[in-house]
C-alpha cells in the first residue's frame, strides 16, 4: 500500500525593498517561465509577483539565488523538494556581485 503525503503549504514572499528587480528567481525557478501554472510572473511594477504558490516544489532555488536575499520560501520540509531527483538549491551556486 503506497501512502500519499498531503501537499505542503509554502508561503512565498518577496521583500519589495530589498528586490532590486534582477528577475533570478523567475530564472532560476523550474516552475516559471513556460509552465502553465508559473510560480513567478514578472509585474510592470518591476518586481515578481507572486502567481501559484502552490507550484512551487520547494527547491528553494529562488531563495537561494536571490543576490537581493529578498526572496523567503516557508513551509519546505527537511525532507527536500517535493519531486524526487530534484538537486537542492544549496548545490546551485552563482557568482554575487
Known amino acids: ?11 512565498i514572499s518577496v521583500d519589495r525593498e530589498r528586490c532590486i ?9 523550474p516552475q516559471s517561465g513556460n509552465t502553465e501554472f508559473p510560480v ?5 511594477e518591476g518586481f515578481p509577483r507572486i502567481v501559484n504558490p502552490d507550484s512551487c516544489i520547494g ?16 513551509g519546505v520540509s527537511e525532507r ?7 538537486a537542492r538549491a ?5 557568482a554575487m556581485f
Open 90 to 94: 544549496e548545490s546551485k551556486c552563482r
Open 1 to 11: 500500500m503506497v501512502e500519499e503525503a498531503e501537499p505542503e503549504s509554502r508561503i
Open 59 to 74: 527547491c528553494l532555488s529562488c531563495e537561494a539565488n536571490c543576490r537581493a536575499l529578498a526572496v523567503k520560501v516557508e
Open 21 to 29: 528587480g534582477c528577475y533570478e528567481c523567475i530564472d532560476t525557478c
Open 40 to 44: 513567478y510572473k514578472k509585474s510592470e
Open 80 to 86: 527536500g523538494p517535493a519531486v524526487a531527483g530534484e
